[in-house]
């Protein structure tokens, strides 16, 4: 998507926008969470990549991200990111950041240890991560959507612990470095909190720029209107902050 004040022959920053669900898409639909027309506005290219396990292209394709949760959509990702930079002349690769929330929350931590070049460079300058999974063990036994780790990663946690370890986060903290946003509602029950707070806190340890957006009020989505546009102009801030305007 080109931003508001496109012109051609020119660069822009871009928001590199990763959807939850992980069985989801970014479709033709309007929401003011996760509207890319929002980044659009600021001034950002927008690109999004609907990877294995994405809606629309058939049950299989969507059933075959299970137990894949880490191989399949990463390699999706970094073949989508380079094919968009080669297509399109206006996306300036040097100054990205990758945004996601819920399971896309789970793989900009999954990104920040595991997504580098051959001189270990990582992709984006900057990440968002918004009520995102820290720790795919621990998730397995604090959601209260257990059937659905459960359907994941192959059954309950104490029947298959290797399913929840294989693409486990919080096995990879010692390869961050990118700068993250973290956001974390209080009233998360399907992605809970102590997952957003073991991220910052990793983060934070690691001595890495990071930042915390607490909401007391709010559950796995931002629904307040007044809290929604605390949030925009959070994330616009980190965005402008390490991109630039």
Not at 105 to 123: E, L, R, S, T, V
Not at 202 to 224: M, T
Request: net charge neutral; proline share 5%; glycine share 12%.
């Amino acid at each position: 998507m080109k931003p508001w004040n496109y012109e051609q022959g020119k660069q822009y920053p871009v928001a590199f926008l990763i959807h939850g669900g992980p069985q989801g898409s970014f479709g033709d639909g309007w929401s003011y969470r996760w509207n890319p027309q929002t980044y659009a506005g600021q001034g950002y290219a927008v690109v999004m990549i609907d990877f294995h396990g994405s809606t629309g292209y058939g049950q299989a394709f969507t059933d075959s991200i299970s137990g894949h949760w880490g191989d399949r959509p990463l390699e999706d990702l970094q073949k989508g990111w380079a094919t968009a930079q080669k297509k399109y002349a206006f996306l300036d690769g040097n100054r990205a950041c990758a945004l996601g929330a819920s399971y896309g929350g789970y793989m900009i931590n999954w990104i920040a240890g595991n997504w580098f070049d051959k001189k270990g460079n990582a992709p984006f300058k900057c990440l968002v991560n918004h009520n995102g999974v820290f720790d795919t063990r621990s998730m397995g036994a604090v959601t209260e959507e257990l059937w659905f780790t459960e359907w994941e990663f192959g059954g309950a946690l104490h029947e298959k612990p290797e399913g929840y370890e294989r693409f486990n986060p919080a096995r990879h903290i010692n390869k961050w470095k990118t700068p993250m946003m973290v956001v974390a509602g209080q009233n998360d029950f399907r992605v809970p909190i102590d997952q957003s707070l073991s991220t910052f806190t990793a983060l934070q340890r690691r001595g890495i720029d990071s930042q915390l957006l607490y909401f007391p009020d709010e559950n796995h989505w931002v629904l307040k209107p007044q809290n929604s546009l605390q949030w925009h102009d959070t994330v616009n801030g980190w965005l402008k902050k390490h991109l630039g305007e």
